[in-house]
C-alpha cells in the first residue's frame, strides 16, 4: 500500500488554482524529489498529501485513506511534516521543539526521541539552547529532527535543504536518504536539481500545478522536460560523485 497519493487533484488558494489534476505517489523505502519552478505547486502538493491545503476535486490519500476523513491525530500518526516556513513562536530548548512532534507519547519517552533524532543529524549540543539563540542554519537542523522524530512512516519537507551550506546539506540529504533506506517514505522539494538528481529514486517534475514528468530522476529530467518546466537547455554529465547538470544557455521561449 502507498503511504501517499494524489489522484487528479485540483486545489484552490487566494482565489487561484494552485493544483490542476496532479497525480503523485510516496512508496515505502523510496525518495522522491519535487521539483518545479517558484509558484508550479510543490508546497501546495505537500500540503494536500498532509490535509493542509482543502482539495476541490480527486482525492488525496494517507496510507489509503483520504485525508479528510483522517482527525488531526491520525494524520500526524501518519506523517511528518517540515514546513517551508522555518519560523517558531516562542524561544524555546531545541529539545522541546523537537518533542513537539511526538505529544501522545509519555515525557520522557518523548525526550529520548527528541535527544535521539537531534544527535543523527549532529545538534545534540543544541538540545538545551533556545531556538531563537541559533543561527538559521542550527535551527534549520532542529527543525528537520522535529520532523524525523515524528512517529509516521512518510515524511514530507519542504526545501529541507534552505539555508545549510553545502557540507550540511549533503549531511541532511544523506540522513532522509538512510530514513528510506529503514523503510520509510520520504518526499522533499528541492530547488537544486542536480542534489535532486543525486538523492532521489524517482524525480516528480511540477509547472501550473500539475505533474509533467515522474520517474527515474534523469529521465524525469530530460532535456525536454528541462526546457519545458524551467526554460533552460541543458543536458546531464557524469562527474565525480555523481550526475551534474550542465547548463548551455536559457530558452529564448520561456
Known amino acids: 500500500m502507498s503511504l501517499a497519493a494524489l489522484w487528479d487533484v485540483e486545489a484552490v488558494m487566494g482565489g487561484h488554482r494552485v493544483l490542476n489534476g496532479a497525480d503523485l505517489v510516496l512508496e515505502p523505502g523510496e525518495v522522491v524529489g519535487l521539483v518545479g519552478r517558484n509558484g508550479a505547486g510543490k508546497t501546495s502538493a505537500l500540503r494536500a498529501l498532509l490535509g493542509l491545503l482543502p482539495v476541490t476535486q480527486g482525492v488525496a490519500q494517507l ?27 516562542w524561544n524555546m530548548p531545541a529539545v522541546e521543539v523537537v518533542a513537539l512532534s511526538t505529544p501522545f507519547l509519555p515525557g520522557p519517552e518523548s525526550r529520548r526521541r527528541a535527544v ?9 549540543h543544541l538540545a538545551d539552547r533556545g531556538v531563537g539563540d541559533m543561527s538559521g542554519g542550527e535551527r534549520a537542523r532542529v527543525l528537520i ?98 550526475p551534474l547538470l550542465a547548463t548551455r544557455h536559457r530558452h529564448q521561449g520561456a
Open 63 to 89: 496510507q489509503g485513506e483520504d485525508v479528510r476523513r483522517l482527525s488531526s491525530r491520525q494524520r500526524a500518526e501518519r506523517a511528518g511534516y517540515l514546513p517551508q516556513e522555518r519560523r517558531i513562536a
Open 116 to 124: 535521539g533524532a537531534l544527535r543523527d543529524v549532529n545538534a545534540d
Open 145 to 242: 529532527a522535529r520532523a524525523v522524530s515524528a512517529p509516521g512512516p512518510a515524511l514530507f519537507l519542504d526545501e529541507p535543504i534552505a539555508g545549510l551550506d553545502p557540507d550540511a546539506q549533503h549531511f541532511v540529504l544523506a540522513h532522509l536518504r538512510s530514513q528510506a533506506e529503514s523503510g520509510r517514505g520520504v518526499m522533499m522539494s528541492l530547488h537544486d536539481l542536480t542534489l535532486a538528481a543525486l538523492y532521489s529514486d524517482r524525480v516528480a517534475v511540477m509547472r501550473d500545478g500539475l505533474v509533467i514528468s515522474d520517474g527515474e530522476p534523469l529521465a524525469a529530467l530530460a532535456p525536454d522536460i528541462l526546457r519545458e518546466a524551467f526554460g533552460i537547455e541543458a543536458g546531464w554529465m557524469e562527474g565525480p560523485a555523481g
